[in-house]
């Protein structure tokens, strides 16, 4: 069964960069599509986006080209930049494993950032 | 961008049926994804490409999809099917979500 866990720090100053972790186990990372997605606390879903082992990859234009993903097939773990934070992107942020016909069919727990001074 | 609106709401008493609408400018054409969110959990598919359940999900879950509407039916829904619903789909590469349906069961 596959299982994900995102991992990064906690609190994160205005202006500067979130960078979180996704670690993938029990499957390898080297085929599918993998997401990033963001819920503000008591709010809806908001798709961040994916990135394939391939290199491909694409985001929401809503984001002003600040995010940056890659991707480690040798450690088998996916990973999310956010520059330029600001308190708007205070969220539980999610990663997820998907593909446009199937949907996101496995999801972590999320890891909370909080952008404060 | 794309937009997909869902009720804010929906109230159903136990054993009954519930339906949840999404709605978007021919949706019916587009590859359309449930997601049931508890509290404090992550979300989970329980619909995939419109109608499909996947492995593990209850057969009371169903969907359909056409025309503008796009539907999650629960048909006797239980307690612990409170939750949030989302639905979701992709429009020129980018993946839209709908704005969540909190579904009661009284």
């Known amino acids: 069964q596959v299982q994900l866990q995102e991992s990064g720090p906690g609190l994160v100053r205005p202006s500067e960069t979130l960078s979180l972790t996704c670690s993938v186990s029990?499957?390898?990372?080297?085929?599918?599509?993998w997401h990033w997605i963001r819920q503000p606390v008591g709010q809806g879903l908001e798709w961040i986006g994916r990135i394939h082992p391939s290199g491909s990859s694409n985001h929401n234009p809503s984001l002003n080209s600040r995010v940056t993903m890659s991707v480690d097939p040798s450690t088998n773990k996916v990973f999310l930049d956010l520059r330029s934070v600001t308190a708007a992107d205070t969220a539980l942020y999610y990663c997820?494993?998907?593909?446009?016909?199937?949907?996101?069919?496995?999801w972590g727990q999320g890891a909370l950032v909080t952008v404060s001074s | 961008s794309y937009e997909v609106t869902q009720p804010l709401s929906v109230s159903v008493a136990l054993g009954q049926t519930a339906r949840i609408t999404c709605g978007g400018s021919n949706i019916g054409s587009k590859v359309l994804h449930w997601y049931q969110q508890r509290p404090g959990q992550a979300p989970v598919l329980v619909i995939y490409?419109?109608?499909n359940r996947p492995s593990g999900i209850p057969e009371r879950f169903s969907g359909s999809n056409s025309g503008n509407t796009a539907t999650l039916t629960i048909t006797g829904a239980q307690a612990g099917d409170e939750a949030d619903f989302f639905c979701?789909?992709?429009?020129?590469?980018?993946?839209?979500f709908g704005t969540g349906t909190k579904v009661t069961v009284l």
């Open positions: 490409r419109n109608t």
């Open positions: 029990g499957g390898s990372i080297r085929t599918l599509y």
């Open positions: 997820a494993r998907g593909q446009e016909a199937s949907g996101f069919d496995h």
């Open positions: 979701q789909v992709w429009d020129n590469n980018i993946a839209f």
